[in-house]
C-alpha cells in the first residue's frame, strides 16, 4: 500500500535522523568529558611540578642561605675539586672524623638526581651563563629562558616526548638573592637580577593511565546512555509509526461500516490502473451499487435503522466478494466495488448478479427485517481509462441507467450514457423553470365506459414542451424530478390543473354525471407525510368533487416503504378520494400488495393487453386478474388497447373501462374541449370516427 510504504519511509528517516543527532550528542559529550579529564590531569601534573620547584627553591634558599653543609666524604660525596682553593674544604672534628663541604650547587644536583631515580622528575637549575657546563639550558630550556628575558611571564609549560616518554615540562625564573651573589657573581650577576630558571620534568605517563582508566568508565557510560537513546529512538519510531498507520487507516475508512472509503478505493483503482497499463494484466471492472429507496427508509424508520441497514449490507456484501476484491463506501447508500482478475464481462455481470440476488433475503437488524434492493452499474477497464475518478463516474452512470430502467438491476456503462447522464443533468436544470417558463402542459386521455359507450374520465398526463430539447417524455423527466426533489411541486402543479381542468368540463359538458380525473402519483409524493394535505388544499381549490378524483400510484411506488405508503393511501382514501393500482402485472406482480392495501381500481398493464392473442398467456392473465379484481370488490381498466381485435376481446371479457390509443391518445386541453363539443363524452363512436379519419397523421398531440 502506497500510504503504508510513505509512513515506512517517513519513520524510517525520522529515527534515522534521530539517530544521528544522537550519536553527535553522546559522542561530542564522550570527546568533551575525556578532554576535560586529559586537561584535568595535566594541571595535576602542573600542580606537582610547581609543587616541586617550590620545595626545590625553599631548599635552595636553605642551603644558600648556609653556604653549604659538611658531610662525611664517600664514593657519592668525595671533595668537591670545585672548592680546592677554599682552605676549609675539609675539616676533621675534635673527635676526629673527617667532613668535607657540599655547596648548595651539588647537593642540589645530587639531590635532583635521587629524585629522578626514585621517582623519575627531572630537575634541573639553568642559566645563560652557568659555572658548571652540566647547566647549560637545553634547546626547549633556552627558548624559555628567552621567554623569561622578555619579562612576558616567569612560568612556562609545555608536553614533550623525552626519550619516547611522555613529560609535562615546566619552568619558572629564579632571581638572585644575596646568598647567590656568594658563588655566581662572578659570573655577573647581581642582587635580584635574572639568574636563570629551575626546569622540573614530570612524566606523564602515570597521568595518561589514570587518566585513560577514567576514560574507560566514561565511555563505558557514554556507550549505555547511546544505548538507551537508541532504544527510545526505536521504540518510540514504533509507536509513531503504529500511531501513523492507525491514523491512516482511519482517514481511509469509513466511520461507519470499516469499509474501505472513496480515497483508499481510488488508490486501490488507481493501482489497478497502473498495472493493467504497464503490463495488460486482466481484466478488471468498477461496480457502484446504490440502495433504492433509500432515503425513504431512512425518512419513515429514523437514521438509527438506516445505519443500521448499511453495516449489515457492508458485512453483507463483504462476504460476497472474492478475496482480492474490494468493497468500499462512497458515502450514504453507495458502494463501489472493484473486482479484480476478470476473464470477461460475464464474470463481472454474474458478480453483481449474485449482489443482487443476495436482496431477496430480508437485512435482519435486531427485532426487525428489512427488505430492500439496489441498483448496480458495471464499468469495465478499457484502454480509455487512466484514471479512477472517470471509472467511477462511468460506473454511476451505469448504476443510474439501471435504476432509472425500474431499480433492482444491474447495467453496464457505454459511451452513450455518457451523454445520457449530461442530458440528465441538463434536464434536471431546466426543469426547475420549467411550470413558470409555461412549458409543462397537461394532456388528458379518455377512459372509456365500454358498457354506454361513453367518456367516463380521463387520465391527466403531464408533458413538457422543451424548446430546445422537444418534446420530453414523462418516462425521462419524472425520475429526474423524483430524485432531485421536484416531483412534489410538479405533481402538486398537476393535481391542481387536471381538478380545475376536468371540474370546468364537468360542468359544461354533463353537470348531471361529473367526470372523474386519473392523476399519476409517484413514489416520492406517497412518502411525503403531508400528501393527503396537499390533496385536500387541491380539492379545496379547485372545488373538485373527492368522489371525481382518482390517484394512480405502481406497484413499484410501495415496494420498500410499505408503512409509510399505507399510511399515506389510507389518508388519501379518508378524504373520500379513490386510489388505483397502476400498470398492475408490469412490476413486482405480487399479489399480496392486493391483500395489503386497499385499492379502488385496478389498471391492467398494456403488457398484458397487448399480449391478448388467441390462445396467449396474455389473455388468460387479464381474465384472471378481471376476476381478481372482481372478487377484492375493484374497478378495472385495461390501459393500452390500441386495436379493435384487442378491443373486442376485453368487451367479450365484460372489461368495464378501457384506456388506449383505440380511442383517443393523450391530447390537449384544447383537442380534448374539441372532441367535447362534437359530443364524444356521450358516444365514442366520434372518437372512433376522429380515428379513423386521421389515424395516419395523428400523434400524442
Ligand atoms: P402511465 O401512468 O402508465 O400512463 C400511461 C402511459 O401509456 C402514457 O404514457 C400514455 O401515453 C401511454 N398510453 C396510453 N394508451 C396507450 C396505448 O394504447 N398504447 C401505448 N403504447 N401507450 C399508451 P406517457 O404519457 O408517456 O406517460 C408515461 C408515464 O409517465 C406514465 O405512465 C406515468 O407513470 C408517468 N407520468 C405521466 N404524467 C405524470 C405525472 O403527472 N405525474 C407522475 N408522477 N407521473 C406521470
Ligand atoms: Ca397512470
Ligand atoms: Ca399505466
Not at 37 to 55: C, D, Y
Not at 291 to 305: E, I, M, P, T
Not at 523 to 532: A, C, G, M, N, Y
Request: overall charge neutral; hydrophobic content about 40%; glycine content about 6%.
Amino acid at each position: 500500500m502506497q500510504y503504508n510504504r510513505a509512513i515506512y519511509k517517513q519513520t524510517l528517516f525520522l529515527s534515522a535522523l534521530a539517530i544521528a543527532i544522537l550519536t553527535i550528542l553522546v559522542g561530542y559529550s564522550w570527546y568533551w568529558n575525556s578532554k576535560n579529564i586529559r586537561t584535568e590531569k595535566i594541571n595535576l601534573a602542573l600542580a606537582e611540578a610547581r609543587a616541586n620547584w617550590n620545595k626545590d627553591a625553599a631548599f635552595r634558599r636553605w642551603v644558600t642561605r648556609h653556604g653549604g653543609l659538611y658531610v662525611k666524604p664517600d664514593a657519592r660525596t668525595p671533595p668537591n675539586p670545585a672548592l680546592a682553593h677554599l682552605p676549609h674544604r675539609d675539616v676533621v672534628t675534635t673527635d676526629g672524623m673527617k667532613l668535607t663541604l657540599m655547596n648548595p650547587a651539588y647537593m642540589m644536583r645530587q639531590m635532583a638526581e635521587e629524585f629522578e631515580k626514585d621517582f623519575g622528575i627531572k630537575g634541573k637549575i639553568t642559566g645563560k651563563r652557568q659555572l658548571n657546563p652540566i647547566n647549560k639550558p637545553d634547546e626547549w630550556q633556552l627558548k624559555v629562558l628567552n621567554i623569561f628575558e622578555s619579562g612576558k611571564t616567569d612560568e612556562v609549560y609545555e608536553q614533550q616526548i623525552i626519550n619516547g616518554q611522555p613529560y609535562l615540562r615546566y619552568m619558572k625564573a629564579m632571581y638572585m638573592t644575596e646568598g647567590c651573589v656568594k658563588c655566581h657573581g662572578i659570573l655577573g650577576y647581581k642582587d635580584g637580577d635574572l639568574r636563570g630558571g629551575v626546569s622540573i620534568s614530570i612524566p606523564l605517563a602515570r597521568y595518561f593511565s589514570a587518566a585513560s582508566e577514567a576514560n574507560r568508565g566514561i565511555a563505558l557510560t557514554h556507550l549505555f546512555i547511546w544505548l538507551c537513546g537508541l532504544f527510545a529512538i526505536i521504540a518510540f519510531a514504533w509507536l509513531l509509526e503504529r500511531l501513523l498507520l492507525r491514523m491512516a487507516d482511519e482517514t481511509l475508512r469509513d466511520g461507519l461500516t470499516q469499509l474501505p472509503n472513496l480515497k483508499l478505493f481510488k488508490n486501490r483503482l488507481e493501482q489497478s490502473i497502473e498495472k493493467y497499463r504497464r503490463d495488460a494484466s486482466p481484466l478488471f471492472a468498477v461496480c457502484f451499487l446504490d440502495l433504492d429507496r433509500f432515503k425513504n427508509l431512512n425518512d419513515s424508520r429514523g437514521h438509527k435503522v438506516g445505519d443500521k441497514l448499511l453495516v449489515a449490507l457492508s458485512q453483507r456484501l463483504s462476504k460476497l466478494l472474492r478475496p482480492g476484491d474490494t468493497v468500499a463506501r462512497m458515502g450514504g447508500d453507495e458502494f463501489t466495488f472493484l473486482l479484480n482478475n476478470l476473464n470477461n464481462v460475464d464474470e463481472a455481470l454474474n458478480i453483481a448478479r449474485r449482489i443482487l440476488s443476495s436482496f431477496d433475503k430480508p437485512f435482519r437488524l435486531e427485532n426487525d427485517e428489512i427488505y430492500t434492493d439496489a441498483s448496480i452499474g458495471v464499468c469495465l477497464m478499457t484502454e480509455q481509462y487512466n484514471n479512477a475518478e472517470d471509472m467511477v463516474r462511468d460506473a454511476d452512470i451505469a448504476m443510474y441507467r439501471a435504476k432509472a430502467s425500474g431499480k433492482g438491476r444491474v447495467d453496464v456503462f457505454n459511451p452513450e450514457m455518457h451523454e445520457y447522464a449530461i442530458e440528465t443533468m441538463r434536464i434536471e436544470n431546466d426543469l426547475r423553470m420549467a411550470i413558470q417558463k409555461n412549458q409543462m402542459e397537461v394532456y388528458y386521455q379518455p377512459v372509456i365506459d365500454v358498457e354506454h359507450s361513453t367518456i367516463y374520465g380521463f387520465e391527466a398526463l403531464l408533458r413538457w414542451h422543451h424548446p430546445e430539447i422537444g418534446d420530453i417524455s414523462p418516462d425521462r423527466f419524472i425520475p429526474v424530478a423524483e430524485s432531485s426533489g421536484q416531483i412534489k411541486k410538479i405533481g402538486a402543479w398537476v393535481l391542481e390543473q387536471a381538478c380545475a381542468q376536468v371540474r370546468e368540463w364537468s360542468l359544461q359538458f354533463c353537470p348531471d354525471k361529473a367526470f372523474f380525473v386519473s392523476v399519476n402519483l409517484s413514489s416520492i409524493q406517497l412518502t411525503e407525510k403531508d400528501i393527503h394535505e396537499t390533496v385536500k388544499d387541491v380539492l379545496n381549490k379547485t372545488r373538485f368533487d373527492k368522489s371525481k378524483l382518482h390517484l394512480e400510484v405502481t406497484e413499484t411506488a410501495l415496494v420498500g416503504h410499505k408503512e409509510q405508503a399505507k399510511e399515506a393511501i389510507e389518508n388519501i382514501r379518508q378524504l373520500g378520494v379513490s386510489i388505483s393500482i397502476d400498470d398492475f402485472g408490469k412490476g413486482y406482480c405480487s399479489l399480496t400488495y392486493l391483500q395489503d392495501f386497499e385499492f379502488d381500481t385496478l389498471k391492467i398493464d398494456k403488457s398484458f393487453v397487448q399480449d391478448m392473442s388467441p390462445g396467449g398467456k396474455g389473455l388468460q392473465l387479464v381474465r384472471m386478474l378481471m376476476l381478481l379484481a372482481r372478487d377484492l370488490n375493484m374497478e378495472v381498466v385495461a390501459e393500452g388497447v390500441e386495436t379493435v381485435e384487442q378491443f373486442n376481446r376485453l368487451n367479450a371479457m365484460k372489461c368495464p373501462y378501457i384506456q388506449g390509443y383505440y380511442f383517443s391518445r393523450p391530447v390537449s386541453v384544447e383537442k380534448t374541449r374539441v372532441i367535447l363539443e362534437q359530443g364524444a363524452h356521450e358516444n365514442v363512436s366520434v372518437l372512433l370516427k376522429n380515428n379513423n379519419l386521421s389515424l395516419a397523421s395523428q400523434n400524442t398531440g
